[in-house]
């Protein structure tokens, strides 16, 4: 008996603590303010586990929501994964005499169990003397990015526009988590006080952000940017509930999220509540009977079907089912072919018409017209490809075809009607106002016969942005040869190095002083260096590339190029001139003498910038010590020397110290043919000198200002960069 009791005892206390569990949430408040609070987030007592803690605020007016016991405002909560907060800008401020103002320069967001949303945000620096770095955990790892932006004066800036000139964003990866934001200035915005006297930085929901000038002048302690977060469920919990089923969240975030099955609507962590079909919108064409989960249709009496629309629909008993489809096939077949063939005239004329506004608003008339005015074999003479020839030759631009994608475009391999292979650039966007220049610049690279340039074979002007056609280079990348070594190619021998620096470097000299109109390459790096069969080198790229005027030695431009092969003297002055393409071409032989990439994050702080990591090491004569122990043994040491004491030579800091291309391609070609030579030792007052002078250039000359010039240096490398081939 007493047993008895116990059990009946047991069986009464469960009956009243079930019903308890789902009373307390039907007692929970779900608003805070103007915000409604869905479950599984809750205030105290009221959610599914602690990162869910909503905590409101009544001090505000109206209250505000806080996520858990934090000061990250909650703007919105969504049932398919979002949690949007309002967030505050990292800020870095000076006077105009160049003295810190007091601000955050750094602005942390620990979110140990949610993760800033990739496919929502993006990480924007504004100012127009200013980089930041974004640092956080992804995967367990820390992960570093950042981003700068840089404008001489107010005219470069451009309003809507984020592209590095008064602002810069980047994406974030997916699974980044506990970030912090850190603001800095390279000069502390003296140059610029005037109009832009911060650098901000912060993430933001992308599609809630419009970039405009206003930003640079003041952006105050209180400003709120949007921003958007992502939560889910742990696998540890079963969060579905009634009528709910689990499914994977995108961007590869960890966890579940709940949503309602077919037929059923409300909140899947609550309990999902049948559809009254019936009462909204059907297919039935008549009677309307609702089932959990679904509905039926049926017909009236006389008629029979399935009663649905886009079914059998209901009949009536008595017609004859065959004479009315019959007739309704043979309307429907004359139907479906008149509207076929007026279609397809239609399409036809209108593709016709697309192609021709395409070809004249691309500079078609102005580039067959120059064609026609110019002498020289066919071999030699730019085509017009069609879109179709094109279009056949990649079958129709088939993702296999792809060969690289850099910041100008994707590149396809082609094969043309005559069997010849082709790489087929198409750009991702075109300048409408620099059409004419554009078309002066196909005429000119299609006449340029150097065998260590690649030969632009025509362009295509009937597609909305041009195609531009070049012969295709079989053998790869010099980047591919020097880096990635790994992937089974062989390696690079000390010979075949110094013929392609002559090679290249005879190219540029080319391009320089030989060309009709001389070409700036402007963006001269390893990526953009190819190799045939026989590893005969091959400039391309010249989607960057400049003609300079006859009467004219340097162009105002935006800065554009590759971070790491940057000349420092164009960075800071925006005036390009070919002393840029003899830097860049100082990187890529120093690339040639170590084996090691032009920039690279993933060394210690003193060896990222490759060009003042090799020039430290020859000011303190371990030049051998970061050479390629295979170069040091293959070449001789003369002759090893004598090329890293031109390659410093390239990379003076005054482009006017720098030697000409045609000077540097002569000393290369020399030592190319010269078996046995004397070479001199390398001066070391000289290299001394040559050192001290990228110190003064920035205004000082002491060992502790040689270090700061260094971390200037440094900070302008933030961003990574494609390789724009």
Request: charged content about 20%.
């Amino acid at each position: 008996m007493g047993f008895l009791a116990l059990l009946m005892f047991v069986v009464l206390i469960s009956s009243i603590v079930a019903p308890a569990a789902t009373q307390n949430r039907s007692r929970c408040s779900d608003r805070c303010g103007n915000l409604t609070i869905p479950y599984p987030f809750g205030f105290d007592g009221c959610y599914l586990s602690p990162e869910f803690l909503i905590t409101c605020n009544d001090s505000f007016s109206p209250p505000q929501p806080f996520l858990r016991k934090s000061n990250i405002k909650v703007t919105n909560i969504t049932l398919d994964g979002k949690l949007e907060i309002a967030t505050v800008a990292a800020r870095d401020c000076y006077n105009q005499s160049g003295a810190h103002q007091p601000g955050f320069r750094r602005h942390i967001l620990n979110l140990s169990n949610f993760t800033i949303s990739k496919s929502r945000n993006k990480f924007t620096v504004i100012g127009c003397d200013s980089y930041a770095y974004l640092e956080g955990f992804r995967h367990g790892k820390l992960y570093k990015s950042g981003c700068m932006s840089v404008c001489a004066e107010r005219g470069f800036v451009d309003d809507n526009s984020c592209s590095g000139s008064g602002c810069c964003q980047t994406e974030i990866p997916d699974g980044l988590y506990r970030s912090k934001v850190s603001a800095r200035s390279f000069n502390n915005h003296t140059n610029v006080s005037n109009f832009n006297p911060c650098t901000y930085a912060f993430i933001v929901e992308d599609s809630k952000f419009n970039f405009s000038f206003k930003y640079l002048q003041n952006i105050s302690n209180t400003t709120e940017f949007p921003m958007v977060l992502d939560w889910s469920i742990k696998y540890n919990t079963s969060a579905c509930k009634d009528h709910a089923q689990s499914y994977q969240p995108p961007d590869n975030i960890s966890g579940y999220l709940c949503k309602c099955k077919t037929g059923y609507q409300g909140n899947p962590y609550v309990g999902c509540q049948d559809i009254d079909e019936c009462e909204n919108e059907n297919d039935c064409t008549d009677k309307c009977t609702n089932t959990n989960g679904s509905y039926t249709c049926s017909c009236p009496k006389g008629y029979h079907g399935d009663g649905r629309k886009g079914g059998k629909g209901c009949t009536p008993n008595q017609l004859s089912l065959v004479r009315i489809i019959l007739g309704i096939g043979i309307g429907f077949t004359a139907l479906v072919v008149t509207a076929s063939w007026l279609y397809l005239v239609f399409r036809k004329r209108k593709l016709i018409k697309l192609k021709e506004k395409f070809f004249r608003q691309n500079g078609g008339a102005i580039l067959q017209q120059k064609l026609s005015r110019r002498e020289g074999t066919p071999d030699h003479t730019a085509k017009i490809f069609t879109a179709e020839e094109l279009k056949k030759a990649t079958d129709n631009y088939d993702e296999n075809t792809i060969i690289g994608k850099g910041g100008f475009g994707t590149v396809y391999k082609g094969i043309l009607t005559d069997n010849r292979l082709v790489a087929i650039k198409k750009s991702i966007t075109v300048d409408q106002n620099q059409i004419e220049q554009f078309i002066n610049e196909v005429v000119v690279l299609s006449q340029i016969n150097h065998k260590n340039v690649v030969r632009l074979l025509g362009c295509c002007l009937e597609t909305p942005v041009p195609l531009l056609v070049y012969e295709f280079i079989t053998n790869g990348t010099l980047f591919d040869h020097i880096h990635n070594e790994s992937n089974g190619l062989p390696a690079l021998s000390w010979h075949t190095r110094l013929k392609i620096a002559a090679e290249m470097a005879g190219a540029l000299s080319y391009l320089h002083s030989a060309a009709s109109v001389p070409i700036i390459h402007r963006d001269v790096k390893t990526t953009n260096i190819l190799l045939d069969a026989d590893y005969t080198a091959k400039v391309s790229d010249f989607g960057a590339s400049r003609l300079v005027p006859l009467d004219e030695t340097q162009l105002s431009t935006m800065m554009q190029g590759t971070l790491g092969y940057l000349d420092p003297e164009y960075l800071l002055t925006s005036q390009l001139t070919d002393k840029s393409d003899v830097y860049s071409f100082g990187v890529i032989l120093v690339e040639l003498l170590t084996s090691m990439k032009a920039l690279c994050f993933d060394r210690p702080e003193e060896e990222r910038s490759l060009a003042m990591y090799f020039l430290s090491s020859v000011k303190r004569g371990k030049l051998f010590e970061v050479l390629d122990s295979r170069i040091t043994n293959q070449g001789k040491e003369e002759q090893i020397e004598e090329v890293a004491r031109l390659a410093a030579s390239c990379l003076r800091l005054k482009g006017e110290e720098r030697p000409s291309m045609k000077e540097v391609a002569m000393e290369l070609e020399g030592l190319r043919m010269v078996e046995v030579h004397t070479w001199p030792q390398v001066n070391p007052e000289e290299t001394e000198h040559l050192l001290g002078e990228q110190c003064n250039d920035f205004g000082h000359g002491d060992d502790s200002t040689a270090s700061a010039s260094y971390d200037s240096m440094k900070n302008h490398v933030i961003l990574s960069v494609g390789d724009g081939r």
